[in-house]
């Protein structure tokens, strides 16, 4: 039997998960390490410990395989990240990471350059925002010229992993698509872009597939892992596209609905899609020839965690008492409350927004507290506050023309059977769950597969492997939710201007 690694080089550990071609998880490893802020708004991870947990992950899942039965490997991991390698492969300074805030000078310019917002959109497909890629060149470009001045590769986190293990410099599209400097649909880099920002392609490495073999493992990377010299390693995937394919989110009309601290939107189109103002990510699938669109909110399952810790002492203490998860007592409270809460509405932008609101200053709002309100009330708004938040990139997906059939929830906040059915109602579609909760790593191994023959397609990879276990369909709340989503949609327009002044006001007093 082949057997197939996948490897997910995440912003807290790197994670190595071998399955085999029925799909079962046969060993799983995982080492972390941390990231630093050295100013506000910063965030940076040494490439060195990505590496180092690598190769700990990988021997320690070669520990019950053996090398020579790894038929392929796959690469997944955070995306947007900038490595900055000399000629000789060498690091040049901290990667800057996908979570970094430094460069909105660096992406108005960008925009400018590129000939305005919506040029920019036809060139990428997307707008360019600070977390992205090219902007972060910049950035070194402009306020540190002796790291500038010896760089010659530009890579992403997984594909620094991928040089490690190959030496070579590739990537693929899902991944590419993050950085802002890549045509999503045309799958490969945008010159027109490169010569307005003046980034040398020779700088950026060659586009391969996702499951298209890109390179094969090295002496000197059998030497440090273990694994055997020559296993082909394919294109891989950024994260959000893997964890999509180790879902099974590779058909147009199914979508993934995440609810982890931050919540994304993810559906799968067999043709390339653009949001005209720029709303939604327009991103290469790890699919050949698909695309997908993603709609991401910040503060998803995080707004319950951050009702739990405020305004939660109570329940906690019923919790130790009670040897109950706290969670589960929350939502049994919620379960108190009528759908819609007397009209308390919720507003989930506890950490600004992104989709569709790309607003920073955006805060987190209860509207419509009567004396009737109780504590049940409050958690049932944030639950449902959180699924008119992803409601509103359903909305965008819809407008597109793409016709959603079934929603699949991950994440810890799917693990609450009343929120789906508040999903359900609020989406008006089933919110199913499938058998894999590996994530991106999974995915990556799947990929993997393909690229070893072990499977005929990506599809054929996701048919044989994930299954659907559950499933809730719309109850009776579906109308009411309607009535009070079209609530919720007009109150960010109504408070935007005063998100803004209330922000100002707060930072003078700072």
Same mark, same amino acid.
């Given at each position: 039997?082949?057997?197939?690694?996948?490897?997910?080089?995440?912003?807290?550990?790197?994670?190595?998960?071998?399955?085999?071609?029925?799909?079962?998880?046969?060993?799983?490893?995982?080492?972390?390490?941390?990231?630093?802020?050295?100013?506000?708004?910063?965030?940076?991870?040494?490439?060195?410990?990505?590496?180092?947990?690598?190769?700990?992950?990988?021997?320690? *899942?070669?520990?019950?395989?053996?090398?020579?039965? &790894?038929?392929?490997?796959?690469?997944?991991?955070?995306?947007?990240?900038?490595?900055?390698?000399?000629?000789?492969?060498?690091?040049?300074?901290?990667?800057?990471?996908?979570?970094?805030?430094? %460069?909105?000078?660096?992406?108005?310019?960008?925009?400018?350059?590129?000939?305005?917002?919506?040029?920019?959109?036809?060139?990428?497909?997307?707008?360019?925002?600070?977390?992205?890629? /090219?902007?972060?060149?910049?950035?070194?470009?402009?306020?540190?010229?002796?790291?500038?001045?010896?760089?010659?590769?530009?890579?992403?986190?997984?594909?620094?992993?991928?040089?490690?293990?190959?030496?070579?410099?590739?990537?693929?599209?899902?991944?590419?698509?993050?950085?802002?400097?890549?045509?999503?649909?045309?799958?490969?880099?945008?010159?027109?872009?490169?010569?307005?920002?003046?980034?040398?392609?020779?700088?950026?490495?060659?586009?391969?597939?996702?499951?298209?073999?890109?390179?094969?493992?090295?002496?000197?990377?059998?030497?440090? %892992?273990?694994?055997?010299?020559?296993?082909?390693?394919?294109?891989?995937?950024?994260?959000?596209?893997?964890?999509?394919?180790?879902?099974?989110? *590779?058909?147009?009309?199914?979508?993934? /609905?995440?609810?982890? %601290?931050?919540?994304?939107?993810?559906?799968?189109?067999?043709?390339?899609?653009?949001?005209?103002?720029?709303?939604?990510?327009?991103?290469?699938?790890?699919?050949?020839?698909?695309?997908?669109?993603?709609?991401?909110?910040?503060?998803?399952?995080?707004?319950?965690?951050?009702?739990?810790?405020?305004?939660?002492?109570?329940?906690?203490?019923?919790?130790?008492?009670?040897?109950?998860?706290?969670?589960?007592?929350? %939502?049994?409270?919620?379960?108190?409350?009528?759908?819609?809460?007397?009209?308390?509405?919720?507003?989930?932008?506890?950490?600004?927004?992104?989709?569709?609101?790309?607003?920073?200053?955006?805060?987190?709002?209860?509207?419509?507290?009567?004396?009737?309100?109780?504590?049940?009330?409050?958690?049932?708004?944030?639950?449902?506050?959180?699924?008119?938040?992803?409601?509103?990139?359903?909305?965008?997906?819809?407008?597109?023309?793409?016709? &959603?059939?079934? *929603?699949?929830?991950?994440?810890?906040?799917?693990?609450?059977?009343?929120?789906?059915?508040?999903?359900?109602?609020?989406?008006?579609?089933?919110?199913?769950?499938?058998?894999?909760?590996?994530?991106?790593?999974?995915?990556?191994?799947?990929?993997?597969? *393909?690229?070893?023959?072990?499977?005929?397609?990506?599809?054929?990879?996701?048919?044989?492997?994930?299954?659907?276990?559950?499933?809730?369909?719309?109850?009776?709340?579906?109308?009411?939710?309607?009535?009070?989503?079209?609530?919720?949609?007009?109150?960010?327009?109504?408070?935007?201007?005063?998100?803004?002044?209330?922000?100002?006001?707060?930072?003078?007093?700072?």
């Amino acid at each position: 039997m082949s057997y197939l690694l996948g490897i997910d080089v995440s912003t807290t550990a790197t994670k190595a998960l071998v399955i085999d071609e029925r799909g079962q998880v046969c060993a799983t490893a995982s080492d972390e390490y941390e990231f630093f802020t050295p100013r506000p708004l910063w965030a940076e991870q040494n490439p060195s410990d990505w590496w180092r947990a690598c190769v700990n992950g990988i021997r320690r *899942v070669l520990e019950k395989i053996p090398a020579h039965e &790894i038929a392929g490997i796959g690469l997944t991991g955070q995306m947007h990240g900038l490595v900055l390698l000399d000629a000789d492969g060498n690091v040049l300074r901290p990667c800057i990471m996908w979570n970094d805030q430094r %460069t909105a000078k660096q992406c108005a310019e960008i925009t400018e350059r590129a000939g305005g917002a919506k040029n920019l959109l036809q060139l990428i497909g997307n707008p360019v925002l600070p977390g992205f890629t /090219a902007p972060k060149i910049l950035w070194v470009r402009e306020n540190e010229p002796e790291v500038y001045a010896r760089a010659a590769h530009v890579l992403l986190p997984k594909d620094y992993l991928r040089y490690k293990l190959t030496g070579a410099y590739a990537t693929e599209p899902s991944d590419a698509s993050g950085m802002a400097l890549l045509d999503v649909a045309k799958r490969n880099w945008s010159d027109e872009l490169l010569k307005a920002i003046d980034i040398p392609r020779a700088w950026l490495p060659d586009v391969f597939e996702s499951p298209v073999v890109s390179a094969k493992i090295s002496a000197d990377a059998a030497r440090e %892992t273990g694994l055997l010299e020559g296993t082909p390693v394919v294109g891989g995937g950024g994260d959000q596209a893997a964890q999509a394919v180790g879902t099974g989110i *590779v058909q147009e009309g199914i979508v993934s /609905a995440t609810l982890g %601290t931050s919540g994304v939107v993810f559906a799968s189109s067999d043709s390339y899609r653009l949001e005209p103002n720029g709303l939604l990510h327009a991103f290469c699938h790890a699919v050949p020839n698909k695309w997908h669109l993603m709609g991401v909110m910040l503060s998803a399952a995080g707004s319950f965690r951050w009702f739990r810790d405020a305004l939660g002492a109570e329940e906690k203490e019923r919790a130790k008492i009670e040897k109950r998860d706290l969670y589960e007592i929350l %939502t049994s409270e919620a379960a108190r409350a009528d759908a819609g809460c007397e009209g308390l509405i919720f507003l989930p932008y506890l950490s600004g927004e992104r989709t569709p609101y790309p607003d920073p200053h955006a805060r987190g709002t209860f509207f419509g507290i009567t004396l009737r309100h109780g504590k049940e009330h409050f958690v049932r708004a944030v639950l449902e506050g959180v699924a008119y938040g992803l409601r509103d990139s359903l909305e965008l997906m819809r407008a597109l023309g793409l016709n &959603i059939s079934q *929603v699949r929830a991950s994440g810890g906040g799917a693990r609450s059977e009343l929120w789906r059915q508040i999903l359900a109602d609020v989406f008006n579609s089933e919110i199913a769950l499938v058998n894999i909760t590996e994530g991106a790593a999974y995915g990556a191994a799947l990929l993997a597969g *393909v690229g070893a023959g072990v499977y005929t397609n990506v599809e054929d990879a996701c048919a044989q492997t994930i299954r659907v276990t559950d499933s809730v369909t719309q109850g009776k709340n579906v109308a009411v939710y309607q009535d009070y989503y079209q609530v919720y949609r007009g109150l960010y327009p109504a408070l935007k201007d005063s998100f803004e002044k209330v922000g100002a006001v707060a930072a003078r007093g700072v």
